[in-house]
């Protein structure tokens, strides 16, 4: 998630696509989870870009490339224990809220 406090993610993908071998994959803190609710601007997270899916989507486009070549998901982090949030990310409308937006990019 070390993106999420860069100015400019833009020219920091860029130059994460250009050292990588075959892909890049990002963590992004998701701004519509649990987790944005009870953490954003506290603590370790003062200051992070907390990201939408859009946003995630437009980040993943600065490498160019078709929309198909890039993948995200979602994590969930329950608040009290993994169980929970285990038993929530296999229910399809809660893993669009997922804490951690994962992103994989195959730059082209």
């Not at 406090?5 to 020219?11: E, L």
């Not at 890049?24 to 519509?32: E, I, M, P, S």
């Not at 929970?84 to 229910?91: F, I, S, W």
């Amino acid at each position: 998630t070390s993106l999420c406090f860069v100015s400019d993610q833009c020219a920091a993908l860029r130059e994460m696509a250009r050292v990588a071998r075959h892909a890049v994959v990002l963590g992004l803190l998701n701004r519509r989870s649990l987790l944005y609710l009870l953490k954003h601007d506290r603590g370790a997270y003062r200051g992070a870009h907390w990201h939408t899916r859009p946003e995630a989507w437009a980040l993943a486009a600065c490498l160019g490339g078709r929309a198909s070549e890039f993948r995200l998901e979602s994590l969930l982090v329950w608040p009290g224990g993994p169980t929970a949030g285990r038993v929530l990310e296999r229910m399809p409308f809660a893993a669009r809220f997922g804490a951690f937006l994962g992103v994989a990019i195959c730059p082209s």
